[in-house]
């Protein structure tokens, strides 16, 4: 596998290389291409003056009008097309809606996203604690899940991005990080706050080539960070379970106004560090042939597990979005679509494989796992789906949207794992400097071996007054083969409270199903 990634290194590098090499016309950082050639001036036939002494003026008889001037050859300056910008996209699922920016100057477009939310489970958890869900963090609390401000910067072919992130967001994605466990210096602490930072250069090759470094987003799973942009709040397993962000480098090659391929060079699988010797890498194609069709495709590879530096992950991550349906004139429905996703993914080595695995767990006295070898592997994979459909109303004011889907996780390496005692990973200290318990043996089980399915459906409405206002309300029905979500008694402790004790033998409530109301409020500017 390491010969591999050397060559797939090389070829990425290669490739690279190939690009600055055509630094030429199309590279030169020329001036901004003039305004469009004016039309040609038509050719007239004006009275030419007499030679006779009279003054008057003789008409000549009319000539032949000139053949039609062709249209001027387009020039070197001239810019291609912008991508996508030839149709109207703001229907697609994780994409903004706004049709313009109102914070936009010359040098730099501003923004500023506000995520607010109340939820309430069934179960009624007397901790106020929600688990396996990165939208959510508290139930029956009005909570601000995510504050971020910041914006793009552009002068000439300089480029970036900065937006950093406040709320429970900050906490919830980063717990998420096991490589910050990796050496010393609190990687956790340092990046919490920022949601994508990230700078680079565009050259005006083809329809535009950018080469970004820092943090940015991933768009594995078609959600996006941004709940602004997404069709429902609380997205299904395929999109919650796969990366946010990755930390490296991208290359971003729009090959027309219609086609962007993109390779990465990573940390890893949303990692702020590295687990093991070698990087990440993968890529994102994204395809637009039309304005009613959008195909995304991901795809990963890397080596995320603490301490089995021989185990290789890899994830496909496929969507396709379809609008059938488009009457902007109409005063009831205007709009429908419908986006579908498929992930296959599943670990390589140390114990484990994707697939036709025999091995099962099996502990001894020391905790170790003994029932994963590498003569009997288990199975190890993530196999999920998820589809939803969605109505527009009055004008885009409003919209109904219902779907669902399911995850299939042997191994559970990709789960959302429980927090409080339920949690199998050490706690940092909290906020009053109380240390949550240890680790122990009622923590969910996350050992190779394990197994891991789940479902979901849900349905809401979102009222959209005007383009930078998002308000709604949704149901959500989670269905797993085992204990995962809180249930009353909660995941911290006999009170609910990380000041009380845990008494020998108190277990986390988690539950098989929840069901949940959620309302919000997002804005956008």
Same mark, same amino acid.
């Given at each position: 596998?390491?010969?591999l990634?050397?060559?797939?290194?090389?070829?990425?590098?290669?490739?690279t290389?190939?690009i600055l090499a055509?630094?030429?016309?199309?590279?030169?950082?020329?001036?901004?291409?003039?305004?469009?050639?004016?039309?040609?001036?038509p050719?007239?036939?004006e009275?030419?003056p007499?030679?006779g002494?009279?003054?008057?003026v003789?008409?000549?008889?009319?000539q032949?009008?000139?053949p039609?001037a062709?249209?001027?050859a387009?020039?070197?300056?001239?810019?291609p097309?912008?991508?996508?910008?030839y149709?109207?996209?703001?229907?697609?699922?994780?994409?903004?809606?706004?049709?313009k920016?109102?914070?936009?100057?010359p040098m730099?477009t501003?923004?500023?996203l506000?995520?607010?939310n109340?939820?309430?489970?069934?179960?009624?958890?007397?901790?106020?604690?929600?688990?396996?869900?990165t939208?959510?963090?508290?139930?029956?609390?009005?909570?601000?899940?995510?504050?971020?401000?910041?914006?793009d910067?552009?002068?000439?072919?300089?480029?970036?991005?900065?937006?950093l992130?406040?709320g429970?967001?900050?906490?919830?994605?980063?717990r998420?990080d096991?490589s910050?466990?990796?050496?010393?210096?609190d990687?956790?602490?340092?990046l919490?706050?920022?949601?994508?930072?990230?700078g680079?250069?565009?050259?005006d090759?083809?329809?535009?080539?950018n080469?970004d470094?820092?943090i940015?987003?991933?768009?594995?799973g078609?959600?996006?960070?941004?709940n602004?942009?997404?069709?429902?709040y609380?997205?299904?397993?395929?999109?919650?379970?796969?990366?946010?962000?990755?930390?490296g480098?991208?290359?971003q090659?729009y090959?027309?106004?219609?086609?962007?391929?993109?390779?990465?060079?990573i940390?890893?699988?949303?990692?702020?560090?590295?687990?093991?010797?070698m990087?990440?890498?993968?890529?994102?194609?994204?395809?637009?042939?039309a304005?009613?069709?959008?195909?995304?495709? &991901?795809?990963?590879?890397?080596? $995320?597990?603490? *301490?089995?530096? =021989?185990? #290789?992950?890899?994830?496909?991550?496929?969507? %396709?979005?379809?609008?059938y349906?488009?009457?902007?004139?109409s005063?009831?429905?205007d709009?429908a679509?419908?986006?579908?996703t498929?992930d296959?993914?599943?670990?390589?080595?140390?114990?484990v494989?994707?697939f036709?695995?025999?091995?099962?767990e099996?502990?001894?006295?020391?905790?170790q796992?003994?029932g994963?070898?590498t003569?009997?592997?288990?199975?190890?994979q993530?196999?999920?789906?998820?589809?939803?459909?969605?109505?527009?109303?009055f004008?885009?004011?409003a919209?109904f949207?219902?779907?669902?889907?399911?995850?299939?996780?042997?191994?559970?390496?990709?789960?959302?794992?429980?927090?409080?005692?339920?949690?199998?990973?050490?706690?940092p200290?909290s906020?009053?400097?109380?240390?949550y318990?240890?680790?122990?043996?009622t923590a969910?089980d996350? &050992?190779?071996?394990?197994?891991? $399915?789940a479902? *979901?459906v849900s =349905?809401? #409405?979102?009222y959209m007054?005007?383009?930078q %206002?998002?308000?709604?309300l949704?149901?959500?029905?989670?269905?797993?083969s085992?204990?995962?979500f809180?249930?009353?008694?909660?995941?911290?402790?006999?009170?609910?409270?990380?000041?009380?004790?845990?008494?020998?033998?108190?277990?986390?409530?988690?539950?098989?199903?929840?069901?949940?109301?959620i309302?919000?409020?997002l804005?956008?500017?």
């Amino acid at each position: 596998m390491l010969p591999l990634l050397v060559r797939t290194h090389s070829a990425w590098i290669l490739a690279t290389a190939s690009i600055l090499a055509l630094e030429k016309p199309g590279f030169a950082q020329a001036p901004p291409p003039s305004a469009a050639a004016p039309p040609p001036t038509p050719i007239t036939t004006e009275p030419l003056p007499a030679t006779g002494g009279t003054g008057s003026v003789t008409q000549l008889p009319p000539q032949t009008p000139p053949p039609e001037a062709s249209a001027p050859a387009p020039t070197d300056n001239e810019k291609p097309a912008e991508p996508f910008a030839y149709g109207d996209f703001t229907w697609l699922n994780g994409s903004n809606r706004q049709h313009k920016a109102l914070l936009d100057t010359p040098m730099f477009t501003g923004s500023f996203l506000l995520d607010f939310n109340y939820t309430a489970s069934a179960h009624n958890p007397i901790d106020n604690t929600v688990t396996g869900s990165t939208a959510l963090s508290r139930n029956n609390e009005f909570t601000l899940a995510f504050m971020g401000f910041g914006g793009d910067f552009h002068y000439e072919h300089a480029r970036g991005r900065m937006l950093l992130q406040y709320g429970m967001r900050s906490t919830i994605v980063p717990r998420n990080d096991f490589s910050s466990f990796h050496g010393q210096l609190d990687l956790q602490t340092a990046l919490r706050y920022i949601s994508e930072a990230y700078g680079g250069y565009h050259w005006d090759a083809l329809n535009g080539i950018n080469l970004d470094m820092g943090i940015f987003m991933s768009y594995v799973g078609l959600f996006s960070y941004d709940n602004f942009e997404n069709w429902m709040y609380m997205p299904s397993y395929t999109s919650d379970n796969t990366p946010w962000f990755f930390n490296g480098v991208r290359l971003q090659i729009y090959t027309s106004d219609k086609l962007k391929i993109e390779p990465w060079l990573i940390n890893g699988w949303q990692t702020y560090g590295r687990f093991n010797e070698m990087p990440g890498i993968g890529f994102q194609i994204l395809w637009r042939p039309a304005e009613y069709f959008s195909v995304l495709a &991901n795809g990963y590879g890397g080596w $995320d597990t603490q *301490d089995n530096p =021989g185990r #290789f992950r890899f994830h496909s991550d496929n969507s %396709v979005e379809l609008k059938y349906f488009d009457q902007p004139r109409s005063s009831f429905l205007d709009k429908a679509a419908f986006s579908v996703t498929f992930d296959l993914g599943g670990e390589q080595g140390d114990g484990v494989t994707p697939f036709g695995g025999s091995g099962t767990e099996k502990l001894n006295a020391q905790g170790q796992n003994i029932g994963c070898t590498t003569a009997v592997p288990c199975t190890q994979q993530f196999l999920s789906a998820m589809a939803y459909n969605r109505f527009w109303f009055f004008h885009d004011i409003a919209a109904f949207t219902f779907g669902g889907g399911f995850m299939h996780n042997p191994g559970r390496y990709l789960a959302l794992l429980p927090t409080g005692v339920a949690s199998p990973i050490p706690q940092p200290l909290s906020i009053q400097g109380l240390q949550y318990t240890a680790v122990s043996q009622t923590a969910f089980d996350t &050992n190779s071996g394990t197994q891991l $399915d789940a479902w *979901d459906v849900s =349905g809401g #409405f979102q009222y959209m007054p005007v383009e930078q %206002v998002t308000y709604g309300l949704e149901f959500n029905h989670r269905q797993a083969s085992v204990p995962y979500f809180a249930g009353h008694g909660g995941v911290t402790s006999p009170d609910g409270y990380i000041t009380t004790p845990v008494p020998p033998g108190w277990r986390p409530d988690l539950s098989k199903n929840d069901d949940r109301v959620i309302f919000s409020a997002l804005i956008r500017f």
